[in-house]
């Protein structure tokens, strides 16, 4: 079941439906392990690198070191609603989209 976006032809069929947030889905991620990333190490970018999207990665840092930590509150945000939309939501935003860098 480890498949890639590129090997899906540009959708996400079939998101899964349980809805514990530190369960992994198909691509092997949790939900609540990147939110709590985005939450306490947002600043960094981890959660991008965790979700495989090292571009947004890169800006977040940069973003944040530019701008002397101010994006930071961002993060929290994103972090928060990372941890109450649904597996399919996430899904959604996070992993299927060709978006390089998802925020909201």
């Known amino acids: 079941m480890d498949q890639n976006y590129s090997n899906m032809g540009g959708?996400?069929?079939?998101p899964p439906r349980n809805n514990d947030v530190f369960a992994?889905?198909?691509?092997?991620?949790?939900?609540g392990v990147c939110a709590l990333l985005a939450i306490f190490l947002g600043g960094?970018?981890?959660?991008?690198?965790?979700?495989?999207k090292t571009t947004a990665?890169?800006?977040a840092l940069i973003?944040?070191?530019?701008?002397?930590g101010l994006p930071s509150i961002?993060?929290?945000i994103q972090g928060i609603l990372m941890l109450v939309m649904t597996p399919e939501d996430f899904e959604r935003k996070y992993?299927?989209?060709t978006s390089t860098f998802p925020l909201f």
């Open 63 to 68: 973003g944040t070191w530019v701008l002397c």
């Open 74 to 76: 961002l993060w929290l």
């Open 95 to 97: 992993e299927c989209t």
């Open 24 to 31: 992994t889905d198909r691509f092997g991620k949790s939900r």
């Open 44 to 52: 960094f970018g981890v959660q991008y690198f965790y979700l495989g």
């Open 57 to 59: 990665g890169i800006i």
């Open 11 to 14: 959708s996400c069929p079939n």
